[in-house]
């Protein structure tokens, strides 16, 4: 059963920062494309990071360029967005995105993150 699990989401003060985390089973985790993406309250879900598969291709939306960065560890299954100078336009939940060779998609449950003072 694939699962993906988000975590490390929460409240911060704008220019702080958070590390998400999100841990992936069932499936050949270091054969897969891996992304994030957010949906903000009354708005259409955004495309945020994607890293490939080994040796880990990535790319960023211009929106987070050079303040979020996303890398992972394929022995530990899991992938990491790393979010600095957070602005209260980047709160959302977050979700992580596994796609498989085969084509198949997998979604995690989202991690909410607000950013506010």
């Known amino acids: 059963q694939v699962q993906l699990v988000e975590s490390g989401g929460g409240l911060v003060q704008p220019g702080g920062s958070l590390r998400l985390s999100c841990s992936a089973s069932?499936?050949?985790?270091?054969?897969?494309?891996m992304s994030w993406y957010r949906r903000a309250a009354g708005k259409e879900r955004e495309w945020v990071a994607t890293?490939?598969?080994?040796?880990?291709?990535?790319n960023y939306a211009d929106s987070v360029k050079g303040r979020f960065t996303t890398s992972r560890d394929n022995a530990m299954n899991t992938v990491y967005l790393q979010m600095n100078s957070l602005k209260p336009e980047d709160t959302a939940v977050y979700y992580c995105q596994a796609r498989r060779v085969s084509g198949d998609i997998y979604w995690g449950q989202g991690t909410q993150v607000t950013v506010s003072s």
């Open positions: 069932g499936f050949i985790f270091s054969s897969s494309t």
């Open positions: 890293i490939t598969r080994v040796p880990g291709f990535i």
